[in-house]
């Protein structure tokens, strides 16, 4: 397992990370010594424990959450309080967090970029004396490198990876006679039978405060013309936005609009996913955090395919992001923080952790046992098989630019003729990022 996460997660590949964990409804949980009590505060009413603010929100992830804070004081060396929030809720308010007079002390979060960007504002804890523990200093060179911030101190500390692909469920396929396609046009056939069915074809969900669904297809898209090395350069502002290669995504994109559910950026993926899950659509470009929204009885059902090859030349890339937590420079509890995130690291919290939620994630350390399920099984093989390894779009560039792609993939699917003046003025709106 060593191996392969050196395998998959080499330094050329350190792609920057993006805002993506957690679905569900908001509200928060305080968990303290295994009490579960209501409260509004990202901080804890019990004295010394540490606050764990965390945006996994679905169902079987903030039952799972709440299992780990148990275990963690069952074993004894501190506390922690847990305070859920809406995953979205979360991802706009973290900057407040962070920087108000009494911020929450540990959180949920994603290194690369979007950690780095903290770091460089002095609002994020030097973890570099929890990365000697024992168990952190078995993690991999890539994973010690991706969690290390441009000032050499170790800032994030990774728990669990996940991948993407076209989700469906195995029963639906099986009752419309339809098969996982090989190629992109046995994809568009597959779209044509799903159609033809009077099903839609492809789910989406990028309505509501969930437009950044959309960043997926683009992801996708562009990885599979024109390459991981070249996405990663265009996030970076090496590339134009405005460039015909870019324009060639789009053209590619058109070919599947018609098969999209209408519905599709009118409804948040939330909504999308029950859709899936009820046979209303067909499939969908989504990670497997969604799972943890799904009922138990359907897990076994789930399954998914790698999205479409397009042009065999260019190398295999696969979407794998890693998440886990950092904490807040602030924070009056230093010594429990650290010692909470050393805890965090063990094999045994990523096991109890996956146990608890529909355990789709893969664990980041080397001895941690996945769920050793038929899909997740699939999944690990997926992302061994890449020749490259991409995030999602704010993870691979940073928080800023993220609306930017909103705002462009919105227009885009509701007017896809339009498409010239939309990357003329994506071009400008990103540039304004890049030299902010």
Known sequence: MRAHREYFMTNHQLSRRRVLAGLGAAGTTALISGCVTSTSSGKSSSKGAVTLQSNLSAPQAKSAMEDLVAAYAKQGSGRASLNTVASETFRTQLPTYLTSANP??????????????????????????????????????????????????????????????MFYRKSNFAKWGV??????????????????????????????????????????????????????????????????????????????????DPNGAAVPFEDATTSLLNGRSGMMLIGTFFADAAPKDALGDIDFFRFPVIDAKVPLAEEAPTDGYFASARTGRGDQVKDLLRYLATAEAQEI????????????????????????????????????????????????????????????????????????????????????
């Open 179 to 260: 098969e996982e396609p090989k190629s992109w046009d046995d994809f568009l056939d597959l779209c044509d039978k799903l159609k033809s069915k009077g099903v839609a074809p492809i789910g989406l969900g990028a309505g509501g405060n969930t437009a950044w669904v959309a960043s997926a297809w683009f992801d996708y898209l562009d990885i599979r013309i024109n390459g991981a090395d070249y996405h990663r350069q265009l996030l970076a502002g090496k590339h134009r936005f405005d460039d015909p290669e870019v324009r060639k995504v789009f053209d590619r994109w058109q070919e599947v609009l018609p098969y999209f």
């Open 104 to 165: 929450p002390d540990v959180y949920t979060w994603y290194p690369g970029s979007v950690a780095d960007s903290y770091a460089k504002k002095n609002l994020l804890l030097d973890l570099s004396d929890v990365w000697d523990s024992p168990d952190l200093k078995r993690y991999s060179k890539a994973l010690h490198t991706l969690c290390t911030a441009s000032s050499g101190k170790k800032v994030f500390v990774p728990t669990t990876y996940y991948w993407w692909g």
């Open 353 to 436: 952790y996956l146990k608890g939620s529909s355990g789709t994630a893969l664990p980041c350390h080397p001895d941690a046992k996945d769920t050793g399920t038929a899909l997740v099984k699939k999944g690990r093989k997926h992302i061994e098989s890449a020749a490259e390894i991409t995030q999602f779009f704010n993870r691979d560039s940073s928080d800023a630019l993220q609306p930017t792609a909103d705002n462009a993939l919105i227009k885009f699917l509701a007017k896809p003729k339009t498409i010239g003046s939309i990357l003329t003025d994506w071009q400008r709106d990103a540039e304004k990022i890049w030299s902010a």
